[in-house]
């Protein structure tokens, strides 16, 4: 078996979602650690919060693979009462790497989106318009729905504690729009490209009221429950491109949205 390092493991991230991908304003690779630090097991999560850096240590992880950067702006001091620099110190004591794929895994063929729309039982599944890569998807619904129906299969899909439903009027649903996280930018789009419905999450007021005038409906997932999936889909491509090398990787299965319905 070959040696693995975390270079090892950033380059397969690499070949399924290049850096290239990335928004402008977003800050994916290895934010802890350094490239040559040898990998023996792997812990893949949504967010490096201290629930899952305490996960990786009892698994003995050198290296964590997050979806969101643990760092996204530029930092002037590590203040280890501060919650960021307790967990960078923490990480760094520990001798655990962290490595972020965030938008470009949000674009990329095969990531985020891929992997909501199949998760909603999507078909035909394409970009946007025309794009190489997009933020987004269309598909089709096998049969198609009313706008309660969809929100109720939603939720049951994706496990969610609660969806929101934006209601447009009295019509089916057969085509429709996803985009991960916060994706409510996306909704106009989505219309614009023959979409009745729009999954997503964190959508605000009036992204909601702009939504009901264009005539679409939207299902709030919420953020957690829309990018969650992409965990184990993670952990099994990683398990895939390093079957050759000494190094196992764990999902993270005990995480839970940050939200809860009272």
């Known amino acids: 078996m070959?040696?693995?390092?975390?270079?090892?493991?950033?380059?397969a991230v690499n070949r399924l979602a290049p850096r290239i991908l990335a928004e402008d304003w977003d800050n994916p690779g290895l934010l802890v650690g350094e490239p040559s630090a040898p990998v023996k097991?792997?812990?893949v999560c949504l967010d490096?919060?201290?629930?899952t850096i305490e996960q990786a240590i009892e698994l003995g992880a050198q290296l964590i693979v997050?979806?969101?950067?643990l760092i996204f702006t530029a930092i002037k001091n590590i203040r280890t009462d501060l919650?960021?620099?307790?967990?960078?110190?923490?990480?760094i004591k520990n001798d655990v790497a962290v490595f972020a794929a965030h938008t470009n895994l949000?674009?990329?063929t095969g990531g985020v989106n891929d992997v909501l729309a199949k998760r909603i039982g999507l078909r035909d599944v394409k970009n946007f318009g025309d794009e190489e890569f997009s933020l987004g998807r269309l598909g089709t619904l096998e049969t198609p729905m009313s706008a309660?129906?969809?929100?109720?299969h939603v939720k049951q899909s994706l496990g969610a504690d609660n969806v929101r439903l934006i209601c447009a009027g009295d019509f089916p649903i057969s085509k429709v729009g996803v985009s991960s996280g916060a994706g409510a930018s996306f909704i106009a789009k989505a219309k614009f490209f023959g979409a009745e419905a729009f999954v997503t999450g964190d959508v605000k007021y009036h992204d909601a009221?702009?939504?009901?005038?264009?005539?679409?409906?939207v299902v709030d997932a919420g953020h957690f429950a829309t990018e969650f999936p992409i965990v184990r889909e993670l952990a099994d491509y990683l398990r895939g491109e390093l079957k050759n090398f000494d190094a196992e990787v764990f999902a993270d299965t005990a995480s839970k949205d940050f939200f809860a319905t009272i």
């Open 66 to 69: 997050a979806h969101h950067p």
């Open 106 to 108: 949000d674009s990329a």
């Open 2 to 11: 070959k040696h693995c390092t975390v270079q090892t493991v950033a380059d």
């Open 48 to 51: 490096v919060t201290d629930a």
């Open 209 to 217: 009221q702009a939504a009901v005038e264009r005539g679409i409906h």
């Open 41 to 43: 097991e792997i812990f």
């Open 148 to 152: 309660e129906d969809f929100a109720r």
């Open 83 to 91: 919650p960021l620099g307790k967990k960078i110190a923490r990480l």
